[in-house]
């Protein structure tokens, strides 16, 4: 049987970054998908002739039915950009323009237009010296969706990391990790496993908070306070839950090779081991949405934005993933 065709919306994110670069390589990119790019067609233009790329841009509406672009042609719905963006130069003034696309994405896909969003990096520390609070897509899209607790994980070939906490201050940690909180993150975590990529029983490796998982209470008491008592009570629910045990150790073969992801309690204890194993060809996923949003494992990198060398690899593997989530969500809805 003939799939319909899928609407992917496509943010480019920061306009003086590399965004724009890589999605106008889409345009080179065969798919049975369409992909709406939301974006101000001039900056897309510009950057065109910048990086020497021949592409033809057809605006497009958010209600408009699935169309495949024609070769060498990319879907824009268009956005206006505040100010001229200059390829790696940050202009405070564009924070809002990078906003407003973000919102006719999350717009289109719960009105149902879009069937999945496709996020390219945004800065986070422009968009607060514009004034607007603002940590990162994964706690905008759960306040502009109104969901109190969603997921962040990322994934590549072999390994799967999921975040207890994301965008706080390592001083802040400690008191975010609570029972309420772990019991949400692993049962959101669980539960899209299953329904987004088909593991019936998921395994879920969970980290300690502190070195050697606290060394029996002499490096930190939150294992045994917190960490542990929650991992018992879930268990006996029936989740698969090993640990916590201390990072160090978690990430290696023997632990890793039996288990369907990790669970970190912050940031940088689980990332940079990610983005050793695979950056380049990650993906970023906010789980416990009630739409289905992939992104790019990357920063803005203004260094290489116009320069031609962005590597297009996370962009083909986010929309990748939204693909396979668009098909499993599909499957599911019959
Ligand atoms: N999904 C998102 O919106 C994300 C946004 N950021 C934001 O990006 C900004 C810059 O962060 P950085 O830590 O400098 O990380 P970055 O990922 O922008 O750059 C780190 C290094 O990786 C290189 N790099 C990044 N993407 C690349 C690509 N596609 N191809 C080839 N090389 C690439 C850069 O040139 C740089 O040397 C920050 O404001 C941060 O908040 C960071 C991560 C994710
Ligand atoms: N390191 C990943 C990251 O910070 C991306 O965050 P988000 O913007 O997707 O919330």
Redesign the pocket.
């Known amino acids: 049987m003939t799939q319909a065709i899928a609407r992917i919306a496509i943010t480019p994110?920061?306009p003086a970054?590399?965004g724009p670069d890589?999605v106008l390589a889409l345009s080179k990119t065969a798919s049975d998908h369409e992909f709406v790019i939301i974006a101000d067609p001039t900056l897309l233009e510009t950057r065109a002739q910048m990086l020497g790329v021949a592409v033809n841009i057809v605006t497009v509406s958010a209600d408009a039915p699935p169309r495949i672009p024609a070769a060498g042609t990319l879907h824009v719905l268009p956005v206006s950009l505040a100010a001229g963006a200059a390829a790696g130069r940050l202009d405070r003034n564009n924070a809002r323009y990078v906003l407003d696309t973000l919102d006719v994405a999350i717009d289109g896909c719960q009105t149902g237009h879009f069937d999945a969003l496709v996020?390219?990096?945004?800065?986070?520390?422009?968009i607060n010296d514009a004034g607007v609070a603002f940590s990162?897509?994964t706690e905008y899209l759960a306040e502009r969706t109104n969901t109190p607790r969603v997921v962040m994980m990322l994934a590549t070939d072999g390994l799967r990391v999921a975040l207890a906490t994301t965008h706080i201050p390592l001083r802040e940690v400690a008191d975010a990790i609570n029972r309420t909180l772990l019991r949400e993150v692993i049962t959101i975590t669980a539960h899209d496993l299953k329904t987004k990529f088909g593991i019936a029983q998921p395994r879920i490796l969970v980290c300690g908070l502190n070195p050697h998982a606290g060394e029996g209470g002499h490096l930190g008491c939150e294992e045994i306070d917190t960490i542990e008592p929650l991992l018992s009570a879930m268990r006996q629910e029936g989740y698969d839950l090993i640990g916590p045990l201390p990072a160090d150790t978690l990430f290696t073969p023997k632990h890793l090779n039996n288990a369907d992801t990790v669970l970190a309690m912050y940031h940088d204890q689980g990332l940079p081991v990610l983005k050793y194993q695979g950056?380049?060809r990650a993906v970023?996923i906010t789980l416990g949405l009630p739409i289905i949003r992939t992104?790019?494992?990357?920063?803005?990198?203004?260094?290489?934005a116009g320069t031609g060398?962005?590597?297009?690899?996370?962009?083909l593997t986010a929309i990748d993933y939204a693909q396979t989530m668009i098909h499993a969500r599909r499957e599911a809805d019959q």
């Open positions: 994110g920061e970054g590399i890589l996020t390219g990096p945004v800065h986070k520390g422009i990162g897509h950056f380049g970023n992104s790019v494992d990357h920063g803005t990198a203004l260094d290489l060398k962005a590597d297009q690899g996370s962009l």
